[in-house]
């Protein structure tokens, strides 16, 4: 956890970059725990290597991918939050019968997982082509129901974070049973799959679906595993349903190998974690190695610490450089926010103001080119649209954003008369300045991208230069320090690589039923009766499918659905993607479900609820923006450069007015007519026309003009609310 003690006239901050175990994380010791290190830093060599030197078949680097992933993630992770809170709960049934239960979990998956690797070793050394059939006759159910054994036998036993129970270590290798079928068959899969599968392949895949499941469920919580089962089941329902939801339905071996394809868990989801994802978070864990997001935050508390509600300001500035690299809103809330929450209550704000604004400025992150987080990767793999582009659109829409944010927390401050911290408390900026070098791995990230360079070279070259970098520091990466950023990685890539796997499985369900076309033709016949219905349905559904799940799968499932229906009613793709994206990203601060705010919540010992309406309050521009974005496509840099200047500039305006409409103060408080004029004024500069910015702005200006014509008649107004009442004029 980040310390708040200023230790000398540089440091504020330390150990910002530590990544913070979950409840449910194992912290292993003695032979187990170096397995899963040297594991780790294995899996993370492996994608470099593929990725840059030694390119592997598609389905099979993905394939192996996955694998890995889930392999790490069911010996790091434990079923559940131990419930006593420390190392072991009791179990849920009696310890002979849970014995039993995992006798019966080995005797079937420990055979058929041998039987899995037998086939490789007769056709390397007996020279047999295929493996005799009885082979997977046996071995591919009995994995199958093995897998269905041992996730329940999992979920009875106790939970412990001192060790790996038995039947956790029979499911990632029963991963790996998994990938070994599949990459023997390989060749053979990618003709038959989804269309005439065998037996075997049925079985088998239905074992690597619920792999899937359960990993995410450890890492990534209930939210996207109870959507991926609404999807499965309407997969086997469809003939029974009524309306566009209705198709014919499909036969369970047809289905389940048929998500064990590109069309689904192999598909782009898992064609971006595998690639750019786990790239760009090995990127990050070698910075955080380093120490460099050390430097960010306090670089932050240097620029903006001392003004008026600093620790809030310093939130959003050092949010959104974390947040995007780091992956998911709530993880950058718990990284950064347990400084910058304690500070900001210790100004003054309540502790669920304080929640909430690291919670919006965090989920800012992830729409922060250029990595914005990972969905920037997604949208170039979906769309083909090149990824520079898509960096360069986000860079308007980001700047409202943050903007928007600094507007909300600035009238909070002045409405409430809070300060910023002492100068004394705060690291000096002139030091700091003189390591701006530190920066030097984003900066070249950009450079590289926008030079020519593809998103993996540029990423590696990114990669290369915080190990240079660090070098000038006092955390310098030797070869342990780099074999330690490996292992890092693998840590913080593995919820990402099951959101994405899992994802994939929603993908391939909307493919495979055509539902994503049949709400196309809804979202047409809305739009015959109006098409600003038609957004606002757009986004309905896109908040409701990303609530509690991570931004990846947000978007991912989101795109798959809603997408394809704004690009039929004629919207430009850059733009029908970046409004899925924006609610995507905004669903973490989405009440009831706003997984930011409640990770926020838990810093600040504040109620979950409203902590998210109050998150939803200061991320309130990130609902308008995409409309503005909409009607306005030059915010996107679609247009020429007098339009693109324009549009900024009336959007800058419009924000802000809505800031001051959402926090009460506009040069001075406001009552409740003002703040709907001031609401009304920001709506009016939406559209982008000449005509309804000057009403926006003449509506602004009157609000202006009428307040301070009502400061000089109200001379009781308290000194310390005029005096920042003139500051702010």
């Not at 038995?166 to 991963?175: C, E, G, K, S, T």
């Not at 071996?253 to 192999?266: A, M």
């Not at 795109?559 to 919207?571: E, F, K, Q, T, Y």
């Not at 030059?634 to 926090?663: N, R």
């Amino acid at each position: 956890m980040a310390k708040a003690e200023p230790q000398d006239d540089t440091i504020i901050v330390q150990g910002t970059d530590d990544e913070p175990a979950t409840g449910n994380q194992r912290i292993l010791e003695g032979w187990s725990g170096h397995l899963l290190f040297w594991f780790g830093v294995a899996y993370t060599a492996f994608h470099l290597i593929v990725l840059n030197l030694f390119p592997l078949e598609t389905w099979a680097f993905r394939i192996l991918h996955v694998a890995g992933g889930l392999m790490i993630g069911f010996v790091l992770m434990t079923v559940a939050v131990p419930r006593s809170g420390d190392v072991v709960s009791a179990g849920r049934i009696p310890e002979p019968l849970l014995q039993g239960l995992r006798v019966v979990s080995a005797v079937l998956l420990v055979p058929s997982i041998i039987a899995m690797l037998v086939p490789f070793l007769l056709r390397d050394y007996a020279g047999m082509a295929a493996p005799p059939a009885w082979l997977y006759g046996y071995a591919a159910p009995a994995l199958a129901y093995g897998t269905i054994l041992s996730i329940v036998t999992a979920w009875l036993a106790p939970a412990r974070t001192d060790r790996v129970e038995i039947v956790d270590w029979l499911m990632a290798a029963a991963a790996g049973a998994v990938a070994a079928y599949l990459l023997f068959n390989l060749a053979a899969l990618q003709f038959r799959a989804g269309v005439a599968p065998t037996p075997a392949d049925f079985w088998v895949s239905l074992a690597g679906v619920l792999l899937i499941l359960e990993a995410t469920r450890r890492l990534a919580g209930l939210a996207l595993v109870i959507i991926a089962g609404v999807f499965i089941l309407y997969a086997f329902i469809g003939p029974w349903l009524p309306g566009f939801l209705a198709h014919r339905g499909y036969p369970a071996p047809r289905f389940f190998s048929y998500l064990y394809t590109d069309s689904g868990i192999l598909g782009p989801t898992t064609a971006v974690s595998s690639t750019y994802i786990i790239l760009f978070i090995c990127f990050a864990a070698f910075l955080q190695a380093s120490k460099v997001g050390d430097y960010f935050v306090n670089f932050a508390f240097a620029a903006a610490g001392h003004a008026r509600g600093g620790p809030a300001k310093v939130s959003i500035f050092a949010s959104g450089l974390m947040g995007m690299i780091n992956g998911t809103s709530a993880g950058n809330v718990v990284a950064t926010g347990s400084l910058t929450i304690p500070l900001m209550k210790k100004v003054g704000y309540r502790p669920q103001s304080a929640a909430g604004i690291e919670a919006a400025a965090s989920t800012g992150g992830q729409i922060m080119p250029p990595i914005m987080g990972a969905g920037a990767f997604i949208m170039a793999e979906v769309t083909g649209i090149r990824y520079t582009e898509i960096a360069a659109a986000a860079v308007i829409p980001a700047v409202l954003y943050f903007v928007s944010v600094y507007f909300m927390v600035d009238f909070e401050a002045q409405r409430t008369g809070m300060k910023g911290l002492p100068r004394h408390m705060l690291p000096r900026f002139s030091v700091l300045v003189k390591q701006v070098y530190l920066f030097a791995p984003i900066l070249i990230l950009i450079g590289a991208l926008f030079s020519g360079y593809s998103v993996i070279r540029a990423g590696t070259l990114s990669l290369m230069a915080a190990i240079v970098v660090s070098w000038l520091t006092p955390h310098w990466l030797g070869p342990m320090g780099i074999i330690r950023a490996l292992h890092l990685t693998s840590t913080m890539a593995v919820q990402l690589i099951a959101v994405c796997a899992c994802a994939g499985i929603i993908v391939g369900v909307i493919g495979l039923t055509g539902v994503g076309l049949r709400f196309s033709s809804l979202l047409l016949s809305v739009a015959d009766t109006s098409q600003f219905l038609a957004l606002l349905f757009a986004m309905g559904i896109s908040l409701m499918l990303g609530m509690g799940m991570p931004t990846t799968a947000a978007y991912a499932v989101a795109a798959s659905v809603v997408a394809p229906g704004l690009i039929r009613l004629g919207i430009e793709p850059l733009v029908a993607h970046f409004f899925v994206f924006y609610f995507a990203v905004v669903s973490a601060i989405t009440p009831p479900v706003a997984l930011a705010a409640y990770a926020g919540a838990a810093i600040a010992g504040s109620k979950a609820l409203p902590t998210s309406m109050t998150a939803f309050k200061l991320g309130l521009a990130a609902f308008v923006v995409p409309f503005m974005f909409f009607y306005s496509p030059a915010l996107l840099m679609l247009g020429s450069w007098v339009e693109i200047i324009h549009y900024t500039a009336t959007a800058c305006v419009g924000v802000f007015l809505l800031s001051a409409a959402v926090q009460g103060w506009f040069f001075g408080r406001t009552n409740i007519l003002l703040r709907l004029v001031l609401g009304a004024a920001a709506l009016l500069m939406i559209s982008g026309g000449l005509v309804t910015d000057l009403l926006g702005i003449g509506l602004g200006l009157a609000v202006f003009a009428w307040q301070r014509k009502m400061a000089i008649k109200e001379p009781d107004l308290p000194i310390a609310e005029t005096a920042i009442t003139e500051q702010a004029g």
